[in-house]
Protein backbone atom coordinates (compact mmCIF):
# COMPACT_ATOMS: atom_id res chain seq x y z
CA UNK A 1 0.00 0.00 0.00
CA UNK A 2 2.73 2.39 -0.20
CA UNK A 3 2.78 5.12 -2.11
CA UNK A 4 5.52 6.32 -4.63
CA UNK A 5 8.06 8.20 -3.17
CA UNK A 6 10.61 10.85 -4.98
CA UNK A 7 13.33 8.57 -4.83
CA UNK A 8 11.06 5.91 -6.77
CA UNK A 9 10.91 8.57 -9.50
CA UNK A 10 14.43 9.33 -9.25
CA UNK A 11 16.15 5.94 -9.35
CA UNK A 12 13.72 5.38 -12.62
CA UNK A 13 14.97 8.36 -14.31
CA UNK A 14 17.40 6.98 -16.89
CA UNK A 15 21.38 8.09 -15.94
CA UNK A 16 20.71 8.86 -12.31
CA UNK A 17 22.26 5.79 -10.85
CA UNK A 18 25.18 4.44 -11.24
CA UNK A 19 24.87 1.01 -13.22
CA UNK A 20 21.09 1.84 -13.95
CA UNK A 21 20.24 0.19 -10.10
CA UNK A 22 16.51 1.61 -9.25
CA UNK A 23 16.60 0.56 -5.57
CA UNK A 24 12.92 -1.39 -5.68
CA UNK A 25 14.53 -4.09 -3.33
CA UNK A 26 16.80 -3.36 -1.73
CA UNK A 27 17.82 -5.20 2.15
CA UNK A 28 14.17 -6.20 2.72
CA UNK A 29 13.52 -4.60 6.22
CA UNK A 30 9.92 -4.12 5.84
CA UNK A 31 9.95 -8.56 5.49
CA UNK A 32 12.92 -9.01 7.37
CA UNK A 33 12.72 -6.89 10.32
CA UNK A 34 12.26 -9.88 12.80
CA UNK A 35 15.96 -11.46 12.02
CA UNK A 36 16.98 -8.15 11.79
CA UNK A 37 16.36 -6.58 15.17
CA UNK A 38 17.47 -10.55 16.60
CA UNK A 39 20.82 -9.83 14.66
CA UNK A 40 21.35 -6.25 16.59
CA UNK A 41 20.08 -7.86 19.58
CA UNK A 42 22.63 -10.47 19.05
CA UNK A 43 25.53 -7.89 18.43
CA UNK A 44 24.29 -6.06 22.09
CA UNK A 45 22.91 -2.85 20.24
CA UNK A 46 20.42 -1.27 22.38
CA UNK A 47 18.93 1.36 20.29
CA UNK A 48 18.43 1.41 16.59
CA UNK A 49 17.63 5.01 15.09
CA UNK A 50 15.25 4.13 12.11
CA UNK A 51 13.45 6.06 9.58
CA UNK A 52 9.44 6.15 8.98
CA UNK A 53 8.68 6.27 4.75
CA UNK A 54 5.89 8.63 4.87
CA UNK A 55 4.32 7.19 1.77
CA UNK A 56 4.19 4.04 3.63
CA UNK A 57 1.89 5.35 6.14
CA UNK A 58 0.11 8.19 3.97
CA UNK A 59 0.93 7.26 0.37
CA UNK A 60 -0.28 10.60 -0.73
CA UNK A 61 1.60 12.68 1.96
CA UNK A 62 -1.82 13.60 3.36
CA UNK A 63 -5.38 12.22 3.77
CA UNK A 64 -5.89 8.70 3.29
CA UNK A 65 -3.86 6.24 5.99
CA UNK A 66 -2.21 3.25 4.77
CA UNK A 67 -2.93 1.09 8.57
CA UNK A 68 -1.14 -1.59 7.06
CA UNK A 69 2.26 0.92 6.97
CA UNK A 70 1.33 2.10 10.67
CA UNK A 71 0.88 -1.39 11.61
CA UNK A 72 4.20 -2.65 10.43
CA UNK A 73 6.08 0.16 12.64
CA UNK A 74 3.84 -0.76 15.03
CA UNK A 75 5.49 -4.19 15.16
CA UNK A 76 8.94 -3.10 14.37
CA UNK A 77 8.73 -0.77 17.57
CA UNK A 78 7.59 -4.04 19.61
CA UNK A 79 9.99 -6.17 18.48
CA UNK A 80 12.82 -3.58 19.61
CA UNK A 81 11.33 -3.37 23.10
CA UNK A 82 10.89 -6.89 23.85
CA UNK A 83 14.82 -7.27 22.42
CA UNK A 84 15.73 -4.34 24.70
CA UNK A 85 16.35 -2.03 22.24
CA UNK A 86 15.47 1.71 22.19
CA UNK A 87 13.62 3.10 18.95
CA UNK A 88 14.73 6.75 17.94
CA UNK A 89 12.13 7.23 14.99
CA UNK A 90 13.23 9.77 11.69
CA UNK A 91 10.30 11.11 10.64
CA UNK A 92 11.74 12.35 6.92
CA UNK A 93 14.56 10.88 5.71
CA UNK A 94 14.18 12.03 2.15
CA UNK A 95 11.65 10.01 1.15
CA UNK A 96 8.97 12.45 0.05
CA UNK A 97 5.43 10.80 -1.43
CA UNK A 98 5.55 12.04 -5.09
CA UNK A 99 2.04 13.15 -5.23
CA UNK A 100 3.57 16.50 -2.88
CA UNK A 101 6.52 16.73 -4.72
CA UNK A 102 3.65 17.08 -7.77
CA UNK A 103 2.69 20.15 -5.55
CA UNK A 104 5.92 21.45 -5.45
CA UNK A 105 7.27 19.52 -2.49
CA UNK A 106 9.95 21.44 -0.43
CA UNK A 107 9.61 24.45 -2.10
CA UNK A 108 5.57 24.77 -1.41
CA UNK A 109 5.13 26.54 2.02
CA UNK A 110 2.19 24.21 2.64
CA UNK A 111 4.42 21.34 2.80
CA UNK A 112 5.43 22.24 6.45
CA UNK A 113 1.68 21.87 7.43
CA UNK A 114 1.19 18.26 5.51
CA UNK A 115 4.64 17.19 7.97
CA UNK A 116 3.27 18.55 10.96
CA UNK A 117 -0.31 16.39 10.34
CA UNK A 118 1.69 13.35 9.80
CA UNK A 119 4.34 13.80 12.61
CA UNK A 120 1.23 13.68 14.85
CA UNK A 121 -0.24 10.95 13.21
CA UNK A 122 3.02 8.64 13.31
CA UNK A 123 3.17 10.16 17.45
CA UNK A 124 -0.30 9.53 18.23
CA UNK A 125 0.29 5.64 16.56
CA UNK A 126 3.79 4.66 18.10
CA UNK A 127 4.57 7.50 20.83
CA UNK A 128 3.18 5.58 23.91
CA UNK A 129 6.37 2.71 23.28
CA UNK A 130 8.36 5.04 21.78
CA UNK A 131 9.85 8.08 23.07
CA UNK A 132 12.89 9.48 21.10
CA UNK A 133 11.62 11.69 18.07
CA UNK A 134 13.97 12.96 15.44
CA UNK A 135 12.13 15.80 12.63
CA UNK A 136 14.05 15.59 9.52
CA UNK A 137 17.43 13.63 8.46
CA UNK A 138 20.19 16.29 7.01
CA UNK A 139 18.08 19.39 6.10
CA UNK A 140 21.17 20.69 3.90
CA UNK A 141 21.06 17.58 1.81
CA UNK A 142 16.91 17.78 1.38
CA UNK A 143 17.43 21.71 0.35
CA UNK A 144 20.61 21.48 -1.82
CA UNK A 145 21.60 18.45 -2.84
CA UNK A 146 18.40 18.02 -3.90
CA UNK A 147 17.45 20.90 -5.25
CA UNK A 148 20.38 23.20 -5.93
CA UNK A 149 22.85 20.63 -7.16
CA UNK A 150 20.34 17.85 -8.31
CA UNK A 151 22.39 15.04 -6.85
CA UNK A 152 19.53 13.74 -4.60
CA UNK A 153 15.96 13.16 -5.45
CA UNK A 154 13.89 14.85 -6.98
CA UNK A 155 17.10 15.76 -8.90
CA UNK A 156 16.60 19.17 -9.32
CA UNK A 157 19.55 22.19 -10.26
CA UNK A 158 17.24 25.95 -9.10
CA UNK A 159 19.41 27.96 -6.44
CA UNK A 160 15.56 30.06 -5.48
CA UNK A 161 13.78 26.54 -5.38
CA UNK A 162 16.78 25.19 -2.74
CA UNK A 163 16.10 28.61 -0.67
CA UNK A 164 12.42 28.17 -0.51
CA UNK A 165 13.23 24.15 0.56
CA UNK A 166 15.64 25.21 3.12
CA UNK A 167 12.93 27.61 4.35
CA UNK A 168 10.39 24.94 4.21
CA UNK A 169 12.40 22.54 5.93
CA UNK A 170 13.34 24.25 9.24
CA UNK A 171 9.58 25.20 9.25
CA UNK A 172 8.39 21.91 9.44
CA UNK A 173 10.66 21.02 11.87
CA UNK A 174 9.22 23.42 14.14
CA UNK A 175 5.99 22.92 13.04
CA UNK A 176 6.99 19.24 13.51
CA UNK A 177 8.02 19.38 16.96
CA UNK A 178 4.79 21.39 17.95
CA UNK A 179 2.79 18.57 16.87
CA UNK A 180 5.18 16.09 18.47
CA UNK A 181 5.03 17.77 21.43
CA UNK A 182 1.23 18.00 21.45
CA UNK A 183 0.59 14.48 20.31
CA UNK A 184 3.00 13.37 23.27
CA UNK A 185 0.44 15.46 25.45
CA UNK A 186 -2.66 14.05 24.38
CA UNK A 187 -1.50 10.54 24.68
CA UNK A 188 -0.30 11.47 28.34
CA UNK A 189 -3.91 12.26 28.58
CA UNK A 190 -5.13 9.10 27.60
CA UNK A 191 -3.36 7.04 29.36
CA UNK A 192 -4.49 9.12 32.47
CA UNK A 193 -7.83 8.59 32.13
CA UNK A 194 -8.13 5.34 30.40
Known amino acids: GRGRSIWDDFAHTPGKVIDGGRGDVVCD ?13 SLGVQAYRFSVAWPRVLPDGAGRVEQRGIDFYSRLVDELLGAGITPW ?7 LP ?26 RALGDRARHWITLNEPWCIAF ?7 HAPGLQDRALAYQAAHHT ?6 GLQAIRAAAQW ?4 TVTE
Do not use: P
Open 29 to 41: HYDRYKDDVALMK
Open 89 to 95: ITLYHWD
Open 98 to 123: SALQRRGGWANRDIAGCFADYAALMV
Open 145 to 151: LSHEIGA
Open 170 to 175: LLAHGL
Open 187 to 190: LQHE
